[in-house]
């Protein structure tokens, strides 16, 4: 069973602070990693996807991969409270025709004003 | 542009009634659809994907089925939902096995 670990928080971090949130996955081969925000009662949206090792960086928004270490991290800078939602961390496996998309529980991040 | 619509929002069945959630989408042709369960405090569960018209792939065993009538049509059904059924279900699209994945906005199921 593929896996996706995150902390389910919540996660508290001051109104213009860097949010750092973090992910650790278990498919060694998987070569796609994706990041949603989902607001309470509302359905995820995406934020950002990240193919190769680095970062990426989408305005405020940036995503870090280290497949080595099988990690990826999203920072989000100048912290507003309208960033307060639960990020979800997801990976696409690696099987051979395989569509599946495995998604982490979220961790539940609050800004405070 | 792409957008993905499903019905209804929201829901509350008895305990052995049918169920019927649909969900289409608009802007493209051929793509890959998803069905979804979020249930309280838990993660996404993924329980059926679709390649094509007629093609449904099952995750997990349970109660429900899905089908793909149309190429941008896709529906979640059953016959007699249990309690633990009750959940978020959302339904995602997607281009190719490469490409994002997108979310409907959602259908909030409760069965009492």
């Known amino acids: 069973q593929k896996e996706v670990e995150q902390n389910s928080g919540p996660l508290s971090v001051p109104e213009g602070a860097i949010a750092s949130l973090n992910c650790t996955y278990s498919?060694?081969?998987?070569?796609?990693f994706f990041w949603y925000r989902q607001y309470s009662g509302k359905s995820p949206e995406l934020i950002m996807f990240?193919?190769?090792?680095g970062d990426k960086e989408d305005g405020r928004f940036t995503a870090q991969l280290n497949k080595a270490s099988q990690y990826v991290s999203l920072l989000i800078r100048d912290s507003q409270p309208s960033d307060s939602a639960t990020y979800l961390c997801?990976?696409?496996?690696?099987?051979?025709?395989?569509?599946?998309?495995?998604f982490g529980t979220g961790t539940r991040l609050t800004i405070i004003p | 542009s792409q957008t993905i619509h499903q019905w209804p929002a929201t829901l509350v069945q008895p305990v052995g009634s049918p169920l019927s959630l649909e969900c289409t989408v608009e802007g493209t042709s051929n793509p890959n659809l998803y069905w979804y369960r979020q249930a309280a405090g838990r993660g996404l569960q993924l329980l059926f994907y679709?390649?094509?018209?007629?093609?449904i792939s099952s995750e997990v065993p349970q109660n429900l089925s899905a089908s793909r009538p149309q190429d941008r049509q896709f529906i979640l059904s059953s016959k007699k939902l249990l309690l633990s059924d009750s959940g978020f279900y959302l339904c995602?699209?997607?281009?190719?096995?490469?490409?994002?994945?997108?979310f409907g906005e959602g259908s909030w199921l409760t069965v009492v």
């Open positions: 498919d060694r081969g998987s070569q796609s």
């Open positions: 995602a699209w997607s281009l190719g096995s490469k490409n994002t994945i997108y």
């Open positions: 679709s390649v094509g018209i007629g093609q």
């Open positions: 997801a990976f696409r496996e690696s099987n051979f025709g395989n569509e599946k998309l495995t």
């Open positions: 990240i193919y190769s090792n």
